[in-house]
Structures are given as structure tokens and as C-alpha cells.
């Protein structure tokens, strides 16, 4: 019986850890010209659509047109700066070079992909 708890134990933690999301990573390097598909949708699904969608959260961030609408509306930014009242996503900030290529999607035009 002591074996079996054992066993029970060692699969238990062998499970819990392997359960580490990987479906995005936190960037370290600045990409210089981001589009929508390719790196700004795959944050805004992973960190903000969960509870930003349609029938969600105002506002959606779900999609192309809503991130870009949030954003050029001043929300987006200063939500995940912290500048304007609760951090988002809440928890944890973003990196600072996830934050700088929002950034410079916006400045190089919201390019979608």
C-alpha cells in the first residue's frame, strides 16, 4: 500500500508539473515591425480575450478591429502600463518589450498581417 501512495504521489507531481502552459512565451526582444496575426493577436487571445470578448468585459479584445479600436480609444495602453487605474492583465504586468511592441504595432500602423 505504501508503494502505491508513492507511486500516486510521484505521478501526481510528474502531472501538476507538466501542466505548464506553453502556449506563449514572454518575449525579450523588441520585434520591429509586429503585425496582428503574427504577434499581437497571440497576446491579447492568451492574456486579454478570456475575459475581454464579445460577451465579456468591455472592451472585447478578441479580434483585429476591437484591439485596434481599444487601442487608438487610449484604453489598451494605459490599462497595461498600469497609467490609469488597475494594471491588466491583472496578476502580473506584461514585460516591458511585450508592452514595446504593442507599441510599435501601433506606430507602424496597426499593419493586421
Same mark, same amino acid.
Not at 24 to 48: E, L
Not at 52 to 65: D, I, R
Not at 81 to 108: F, H, R, Y
Given at each position: 500500500?505504501?508503494?502505491?501512495?508513492?507511486?500516486l504521489?510521484?505521478f501526481?507531481v510528474?502531472?501538476m508539473v507538466s501542466c505548464? =502552459? %506553453?502556449?506563449?512565451?514572454?518575449i525579450?526582444?523588441?520585434?520591429a *515591425?509586429?503585425?496582428?496575426?503574427?504577434?499581437? @493577436?497571440?497576446i491579447?487571445n492568451?492574456?486579454?480575450?478570456?475575459c475581454?470578448s =464579445? %460577451?465579456?468585459?468591455?472592451?472585447?479584445l478578441?479580434n483585429?478591429? *476591437?484591439?485596434?479600436s481599444?487601442y487608438i480609444? @487610449?484604453k489598451?495602453?494605459?490599462?497595461?502600463?498600469?497609467?490609469?487605474?488597475?494594471?491588466?492583465p491583472?496578476g502580473?504586468?506584461?514585460?516591458?518589450?511585450?508592452?514595446?511592441m504593442?507599441?510599435?504595432w501601433a506606430?507602424?500602423?496597426?499593419v493586421n498581417?
Amino acid at each position: 500500500m505504501k508503494k502505491v501512495n508513492i507511486f500516486l504521489m510521484f505521478f501526481s507531481v510528474l502531472f501538476m508539473v507538466s501542466c505548464e =502552459s %506553453n502556449s506563449t512565451q514572454d518575449i525579450s526582444v523588441v520585434v520591429a *515591425n509586429p503585425t496582428y496575426v503574427s504577434n499581437i @493577436g497571440p497576446i491579447f487571445n492568451t492574456k486579454c480575450a478570456g475575459c475581454h470578448s =464579445s %460577451n465579456g468585459q468591455n472592451p472585447a479584445l478578441n479580434n483585429y478591429e *476591437n484591439v485596434k479600436s481599444a487601442y487608438i480609444n @487610449g484604453k489598451v495602453l494605459c490599462k497595461i502600463e498600469g497609467s490609469c487605474g488597475s494594471i491588466m492583465p491583472p496578476g502580473a504586468k506584461l514585460p516591458q518589450a511585450t508592452i514595446d511592441m504593442i507599441k510599435a504595432w501601433a506606430v507602424n500602423g496597426y499593419v493586421n498581417q
